[in-house]
Each structure stands twice: as C-alpha cells, then as structure tokens.
C-alpha cells in the first residue's frame, strides 16, 4: 500500500498550488483521506480530511474558504487545491489514509502516510 504526493514547490504569496495524492494497493473508496502538514520547527497538524464515500469533508480553520480537498476515483487520486496561500501555509505536507468510516478526527492514528511534499510560501 502506498501513497505519493506531489504538485509542492515554491510559490509567492496569493498564489495557487494543487498537491496530488496518488494511491496504489488499495483503492480510494475505502479510506478516508488526509491532508497534513509540519512546518519547521512545529508539530504535524491536520489539514483536510475527505471519507471513503466522498461526501463528507473537512477542513482546519486555518485553510477554510483557501483550500479544496477532491478526488478522482478513476485516477485513485485525491488533490489539495490550495488557493490564497500564505507564508503560514509553507511546510512539508502529507497525505495518509484511514481505514474507517466517516471523518475521523485530527488525532486518529491513520494507517498508512506518503513521504510528504515541500510547499514554501514566499516573496
């Protein structure tokens, strides 16, 4: 089971980045997918969260109104559109599944995590 995010880079302040989480040995549908990220010096903090059923999402207060989380079951893809991005914003962020219904909470003990994406927001 494995997970690859990409689309990170350096990018100014007020611009748009889109993160890919491309999923292989197992498909989308059955796990929540998350969004993460650690920016120097500071914990891991939970970004967005879409579930198995991709109805449901959620989002920090942080990034709400900036950030979109997606998916496209036929690529077993899910993305981070990232829009309005701020110097807060830079930090490696990963993406992790988990095998469990609904929304889980920021605190849930995912099961599998990506090696995570450099995102740095800057002028």
């Known amino acids: 089971l494995h997970l690859q995010e990409s689309g990170g880079g350096l990018v100014q302040p007020g611009e748009s980045l889109r993160l890919s989480c491309e999923v292989s040995?197992?498909?989308?549908?059955?796990?929540?997918i998350g969004w993460f990220r650690q920016a120097p010096g500071k914990e891991r903090e939970g970004v967005s969260v879409?579930?198995?059923?991709?109805?449901?999402?959620k989002y920090s207060d942080s990034v709400k109104g900036r950030f979109t989380i997606s998916r496209d079951t036929a690529k077993n893809t899910v993305y981070l559109q990232m829009n309005s991005l701020k110097p807060d914003d830079t930090g490696v962020y990963y993406c992790?599944?988990?095998?469990?219904?609904?929304?889980?909470?920021?605190?849930?003990?995912?099961?599998?995590w990506g090696q995570g994406t450099q995102v740095i927001v800057s002028s």
């Open positions: 879409i579930d198995h059923t991709g109805n449901k999402t």
């Open positions: 040995g197992f498909i989308v549908e059955l796990y929540a």
């Open positions: 992790a599944a988990a095998d469990t219904p609904g929304v889980p909470a920021w605190t849930y003990k995912y099961d599998y």
